[in-house]
């Protein structure tokens, strides 16, 4: 099946500092990807939905400005945090869909911890 | 709103048992997705059951949707302890890609 890599696996910053996270889709193509984040013992929530060549789309709640999106190329968005804060601690998961959505594929997640 | 609910949200299974995990939801949708997740780790698919009465089964666990009473159940047969993990079941929204159910941890005792 189609693969969907994160990097880093896991992060740790100081309150205030900037974290980035990438998301590659490495052997298909994806205009969009969704980016989920799952705090501990809870489900998946998705943050918002990256288009490549367009402006992201976030889901209610989510702050734009703190959490940056941009989806450079079709097989790469990338999830900045700006202003970190402890409550961001969290498990970040990318997804990216195939065309007709049937399937999601999902990435490795990335564990973002701020001190 | 699409809401999905899954019950129950903890299991304690002994090794051999059999049992069901059941999946809610409130709006039509012909298609719905299970996943394991284990501790740390990312989503793995399971299941896509595409249709009414679609059933599938993969070792152990067998799922199946009635689109018509929008359920679905994922069936565990004879419990082993490799199946402990947490499973998710998702439908595709409106204008969101999949909604989550709140999973169900499951954990199987010798």
């Known amino acids: 099946g189609a693969v969907v890599s994160q990097h880093p696996s896991w992060v740790i910053c100081k309150s205030g500092t900037s974290v980035k996270i990438e998301c590659r889709s490495l052997?298909?193509?994806?205009?969009?990807m969704f980016w989920y984040r799952q705090f501990p013992k809870q489900s998946l929530m998705l943050m918002a939905t990256?288009?490549?060549?367009?402006?992201?789309?976030?889901e209610q709640g989510v702050e734009k400005d703190k959490f940056l999106i941009n989806h450079a190329s079709l097989t790469l968005s990338t999830l900045t945090v700006t202003s970190a804060h402890p409550e961001d601690s969290s498990f970040y998961i990318c997804?990216?869909?195939?065309?007709?959505?049937?399937?999601?594929?999902f990435g490795p997640g990335t564990r973002l911890t701020v001190t | 709103e699409l809401k999905v609910e899954q019950n129950p949200l903890f299991l304690s299974m002994q090794e051999g048992k059999n049992y069901t995990i059941y999946c809610n939801y409130s709006?039509?949708?012909?298609?719905l997705y299970w996943y394991r997740q284990d501790p740390g780790k990312s989503l793995e698919s399971l299941f896509v059951?595409?249709?009414?009465?679609a059933v599938k089964q993969e070792g152990r666990l067998m799922a199946s949707l009635d689109t018509k009473a929008r359920l679905s159940t994922l069936h565990i047969t004879a419990a082993v302890h490799d199946l402990s993990a947490t499973y998710f079941c998702?439908?595709?929204?409106?204008?969101?890609?999949?909604?989550f159910g709140k999973g169900t941890r499951l954990s199987v005792i010798a």
């Open positions: 997804s990216a869909p195939t065309y007709d959505y049937y399937e999601q594929y």
């Open positions: 052997d298909f193509q994806a205009t969009t």
């Open positions: 990256s288009n490549e060549g367009s402006k992201a789309t976030y």
């Open positions: 709006t039509t949708s012909d298609r």
């Open positions: 059951l595409l249709s009414n009465g």
């Open positions: 998702a439908v595709p929204g409106g204008n969101t890609p999949l909604v």
